[in-house]
Structure formats: C-alpha cells, structure tokens
C-alpha cells in the first residue's frame, strides 16, 4: 500500500505540534493533522502562564519537577514567545500564612529556586496588589505567547517536509488486521475527505485524545476540565502573580500584551466542546481578583474564554484539582493489542516538549528509528523576523516596528498595533484564504482585535484589505467579516457592563448602524 | 420666562434646545462632551421599511403604543424635521426628503440601508434609481475599499465598478490619516481637481461617482456639487468608519445655530446628580475642582444617551442605573440577560430605559409620574431597539423636539 507519511499526529496543540516536530527532526516525514487552526483548543485557551512549577510543588510534586525543568528549557529554545515577567506567590489576608513555609520547602525539594521577599520589596514591585499580604515570594513563572509557540512549530515542521494539515478533522482511522495504519480526514471547508496512510498515528487531541481512540477500538477516559479566564483590559501587573495556598479557583493572574488575564475555574463537563463562559464563572473570577488586588473588579473587563483541561489517570481516580497534571503515553500495542498507535495525553502547556519527547521515544522505538530527540536544544524559528527584534516577547517590539515603518503603512488596528504590512504578510501565507474563519485564524497570527475594541473598527478593514489583495471574492470577505464579528461577541458577551457594554454597542452601531452588515448575512458560529 | 436646562449634546439634546428656545425660553445646554452625532452617518433613519413610509409609521404606532414614536407623536415627528431643515439650511446644508418614502443607499461594506432624510450630498446614491455607480476612494487608505463595496453591490444586483485615486498627502505624515484629515483636503479646489483628473478616465460610462462622506467641513462649499460639476456626473457620500464627516458637519450647523439664538452651551460639564424637591427637579449638580456647581431650571430636558451615550450606567452585579436622578427603568433582568448569542440580534438590553408617558415626563413603575418639571428624550427612552428597527435618528430627532416644545 502506498505510505503518504511516516508517522500521523492527530492535535494542533502544543504536544501533537511538539510530537511532530520532535518526528521530524528524527528524520520521520510527518503530518500533523488539526480539526481547526493551530491552538484552537486548549493550548489557546490558557492564562498565559509558562509555570514554574510553584503550583504543584505541594501536592503533585512530579508535575511541579517536570514544569520547573521544562520553563528551563523552553526559555532557550522559543525565546520569541516567552516574557520573562517572573511570578510572585502571595499570601493575602484570605489566605492561611501556615501554608507558606509548607510551599517553601516543597518548592526547594522539587529544584524551584523560591525565594522569600520583603512585602514591601513586593509592593514596590506591583503596588496594586493587596497591601495586607503577610508574606511574598519570588520564582521563575513568565508569561507565554502559545500562538506564538504554535506557529514557530508549524514553521519547524514544514521546513523539516512535514506538513501541517489544519481545518482537517479526522473523522477515521484506517485499520488493517486489528492495526491503525492511517486516518481519514475530512476538509471542514470543502467537506471532502481523504484518506492518510501512515505506520503510526499519535493520537494527541488532547480534551478529545478519548474520541480518537474509541475508533480504534481503544478505551481512554480523558475527564475534560473546563476552566474559564477572563482578560482584564489593563496591565496592572508586570509579574505574574499566585496565591499563595492549596490551588483554587481565580488565583493566578497573567499580564499578556496589553491585558491581565485571570484564571481560572475548574468544572467537570462532559463535552470537551463546552467551552461555554458561564455567569457564576466570571462573577467568580471577580470577587477572587479582588483578594489579590483589591479594587479588581472595578477595572473594564474585555474578554472571557474558557479551554478543557484534558486530565487523565490510567487507574481513573480523581476528578477536578485533586486530579495530578502529570502525563501518560499509552502503548495501545501493549495496552489493548492494537499496534501503529499511541496515545499522549494530560499534562499542561508548559509540559509539552517533555510529553512529545516521551511519546515520540514509543513511536520511533516502534518505526526502528534510532536517531535521540533534539528538541531539547532545537531553537524555535521566529515567523515574525525580521519585522521584530528577537530575543523575548516584548510588546514594546512591536511599537518600535511599527514607529520605524516606512510611510505609507496604515495602523490597521490600534488596539494591538497590527501595522497594514504585516496583515498581508500573513495573509499571503495563509493556507486557505477563502475560507469563512480566515479573519479568525489571522487573529491568532497577529493578535488582529483583541484589544479593547474587540474588532470594532479593524474587522471592517481587514475585510476590505483582504478583497483588495485579490483571490477571495466580496461574499467571501463579507462572510469572513461576519464570522469575525460573531466570534469576537462570543468572548464579550458574558462581561458586557460598564465601558465593555458601551464599547460592544459602539461596534453593534458600526457593523449594523453605519456598514449594514446583519443585511449581507451573518455566518453561523462554529462553536456554538 | 420658562428657563429650560437640557443635558445632553447629542441630537436630541440639541433638538430639544432649539425647540425650547423657539417657543422663548431661556435655555442653557450642558454635557460631559460632544453626542453621537460624531459617530452617526448623518442620514436621518426613521424606520427601515420599504414603500409608502407615512403608513408604515401610522401603522408602527398602532403596534407598539409604548414607542417613543407613539408618545411623543408623529407630528412631533414632521415638526423636528422641519426644524433639522431650517436649522441646516442656515449654515449652507441642505437635508432632503421626507415622510412619504425611504432613500435606498449604499453603505461603505456595499449593503443597503433606508433612511427617509438624507444630506443633499448623499441623495444621488439612490439604489432605486438603476444608474450605474463607480465606487472610488483614496488607494490605500483604511477606513474606506471601494473594490468590496462595489462588489458587494454587483451581487446584490446593483451596477456598480471601483477605482481608486491617489491622494500624497495622505502618506505624508507618520500618523493614519482620519475622515477629518481626507474632508480638510477635500476643502482645497487643487485637491478637488487632482481628484477629478484622476476619476474621470474611470467613469466608464457610470452614471453617477459614490466616494467616501468626506467631502469637505468648511461651511459654505458644497464639495460634492464641485466635484460633480469637474466630472460632469452626480458625485455623492456614503458614510464609514467614524468620526462622521457628515455628523460633525451636522453638529457644528446646531451648535452655530443654538449659540446665534442665544442658547448657552457648556461641554466638558458631567451632570452627577439631580437635586429633587418633592415630585420637581430643582436643578443638577456638576462638580468642579473647587466647588460642585448646581443649574437650577424650571424645565429640564435630560438627553444624556442610553446605555452607549451614558444616561444609563451598568456594572459587573447587574445594576442598571439613570445616570442623573435615578429615575425607575422598564430593564431587563439580570446581566445573562441582557443579551443573546447572536452579535447582529436584537437583545433584550436594547428596550432599556425610561418610560415615559405623551408629555415624554418619566413614570415609575405604577404608570405615575415621578418628576413633573423632567422630560426625556433620546436614546434614554424605554421600549424601541433604535438600531434594529432602523428609528435611531427619528427617535433622537422626534423625542428631542417633542421634549423641548412641552
């Protein structure tokens, strides 16, 4: 039979990105396969934060060693999208001051250089948090940019000949005599489908790794975990900032970009596709924000998400927080006689090269490939080159690039300072321009309306920009506008009170009031 | 002598102003700022509906009793039109139409959109007239494509073609170029000129040129007639991305005009709280670095916007709240409420605000009044989705007027 690939990861995430990048540099010809775009799941749905471990070092440990180890080494190898912001840990009135020196010493015995700080050395620091806090540590947390890492992947892989199939939803798998040899995908656009013949298929979808391998006749329970963030839409904080105390919910706050992001709630659901906000969720987030920074929930918030945390253990066990956040890679071989494939699952964002390094050690043992992995030390290429300096994430890049433009480039959106250049950079690479969530996709790309206007004013423009350059038509610009639109209310409507509301009826009176869009036909939401 | 205070610089509020002052009251106008004319097309939306206008307005006053059309009158209608008219007129800008049927025209995405008066400027891009358009504006600019708006037209069965035109300026500077910055050079005839030299080998035969509403703000010179008369076809304005060429235009004729007839005006003044008397406003309080600062009146208008302008104001536990007296709200329940999955919809949060009965005086929950010498107008009013049923400018104008003449 004719092989298209070496080996197929099915998961636009950080680990089946990470799984298949780690395949190819060991010489495999790879296909990584994703239902949407690149981090449409979970890994774009998280606060931000590349741990340091300080979270876990109490009670699991082993995650707690694995995410210390792995910040280490993710800090050299995709600079571009870490910021070394540092965290805090704080112990706020609300909070035991017992558990400080429990956390301490578990920190040091897991390798976390903590280090105890001065409250008022800490308020010097970032003086909006809460003056009552008794105690206050240092520890290695930054913030991280998960598009970022994802695209710098998505080039890794494709220069190593691997392709990166996005919008592509398996809806298969091939089985020759009780083995995976292959998946049959179907185009989301075109609704066509197609068949990959592979030796090896990964299975890393994550919060859905239990719906891929049920078509292979395999049994995993993944327990999807909702957690939902909301983004305040200010930087008040240039550290990331933890509660000092057993983890909980509301009790890490981001800075990313522009904004603060605060996370998270925990909710066992039963679809990993419920990514619903809930009211109680956000009204949550709020009164815990205030515990670290009072006069929390007076800011404007901008926008609220929620990403299934895919928590997993062989023996089934515990749901929620209590569940551990290390990883399992399953043999389906040994496990459950079904050779050519292997599950990844669990984890967290910060754990993905080590998770993708362990599963891809199975699939080349299996394939006979000898070559080590080289992750460890493969620097991640920066897509956005020469356009910015390298080196770290900095927002300040960005401004810089855009002051030392040539003129002539319009600021298409201010918000997050998305120069005309760079949209039809990324445009022009674009897999599939025609297609309804293009403008969604270039969101993640470049950041295009996440700021506080939420689209208001550069969803028009980018539409038109996007006619302007030729090969999609007006009904697909007007379409792809829509569906912007419609996406970035998804994130909106459950915070719209104060500025936010006002600001949301500002865009309602430009989409409807001034460019008549709602009589050009709206697009449905995919994800509702 | 009747002195009248009205809060709010939007177009209720200034309609209300000059309504007042008309009838002879002494009338002082305060706000936080300049209103929503700012960012209004500049087009006057009565009610988005197709053929004989006048019967479908009896008609939406028959199905809904408790729309600001219904209380305060479709006379009250008739009348702020002819005011905006007279008012306009004075300072060289000409609104045309009326209540007998709705202009059909083109927006910058290429759709279409009704509204019954129009500026002069706009009137020639009439989609129920067939004559073939060419969609132009400045090559590179980012709050206007021709190319999108007039393929959107073609599919919807309109003729239409796109070009574009180059303008330096434009790119001179290091900042982006606003509709303000295209509207000054629109105000100079070498510009005009080069413009016209420009667009005329791409007419093709187009029976009339829509660009972008940014056709001059100095008073007195009608830009679009200019340049009709160098291309020898109708040119006309289609509204875009804010700030509203055409709503400053419009803002600055009732500005002038309100100050000629003696009308005192004072921006930069927030209204925090009213001062109540028993069942009587006795004046609102503006704070000041030194001192708060009280404006009694015997009448006052409170145009001071809905839940966008700020008459109404909102936060993370569900409060809704008026800004000035904390008069009683017709609202809808709590915040999961407030709006629905649909961005376009039409949301429950859009019929807030305050009910009012036929003289526009606000009422509780019981139907009585609360503050006989408070009248409301604007967007502040309970009961009409003003964006959704295409009445933002009606009811602005209609309530505006209706509020000042009481």
New interface residues.
Partial sequence: MKQDFDVLVIGGGATGGGTALDLALRGLRVALIERADLTDGTSGRYHGLLHSGGRYAVRDPESARECIEENRILRKIVPHAIEDTGGFFVTTPDDDPAYADTWLAACHACGIEAEEIPVSAALKQEPVLNPGMSRAFRVPDASSDSFDVLTALGLAIRSLGGEVLTYQEVVGLEMTGGAVAGAVVRNRRTGEQQRLVAPAVVNAAGAWAGQIAAMAGCPVIVRPSKGTMVAMAYRFVNTIINRCHKPGDGDILVPVGTVAVIGTTSVDVADPNDTAVQ?WE??KM?VEGEKMVPGF?QVR?LRAWAGVRPLYEESGGAQGREAKRTFAVLEHAQRDGVEGFVTVVGGKFTTYRLMAERAADVVAARLGVTKPCLTKDFVLPDARLPLVSPKTHWLGYRLEAVESAK??D???CECELVA?SDFEHAAREHADVIAPWVLDDLRRELRLGMGPCQGG?CG??A???L??MGNV???Q??SA?ADF??R???GQ??L???HS??Q???D?????????????G?TK?EH? | MNDVLVVGAGPAGLLAAWGARQRGGRVRLVASGIGTTH?S?GWIGVLDSDGDLSSALQGWIGTHPRHPYALAGLGALSSALSALREVTAEAGLEYVGDLRSNYLLP???????RAAVVPRSFAAGDLRDPGSMLIAGPA??????P??C???L??QGFSAHSATFDLPEL????F?ATPLTLARLFDRTDVRERVAAQLKPCLEGAARVGVPAVLGLAPGVDVSIDLSERLGVPVFEI????P?VPGIRLFTAFKTALMKAGVQILLGMTAERGVIEGRRAVGVVIPGAVRDTTYGADTIVLATGG??G?GI????T?AMREAVFDLPLDRPG???S??G????GVHA?HFAGVRVNRDLQPLDETGRTVLENVRIAGRLLAGHAA??EGS?EGVWLATGYRAGCV
């Fill in positions: 009211g956000v009204q709020l929930s918030a003129d002539g319009a600021l298409i005309r004013f028009y423009r539409a038109g920009i006619h302007e038509t007006a009904a610009a007007t506008l639109v419609q970035r209310w998804r409507r459950p719209l009170w104060g509301l006002r949301a009826l500002l309602e009176h430009i989409y409807r009031g001034v460019l008549g869009l709602h009589r050009l709206m939401d509702e | 960012i097309p927006t910058a995405l290429g759709a279409t959109m590179g600019w980012r709050d206007f494509y190319g999108l007039a393929g959107n073609v599919r790119h001179a500077g290091k982006d509204p875009t991305l804010p509203s839940l966008y700020g104001t909102t936060d993370h569900g709590g915040l999961e407030w709006f999955p649909e961005s376009l949060a964006e959704a933002t």
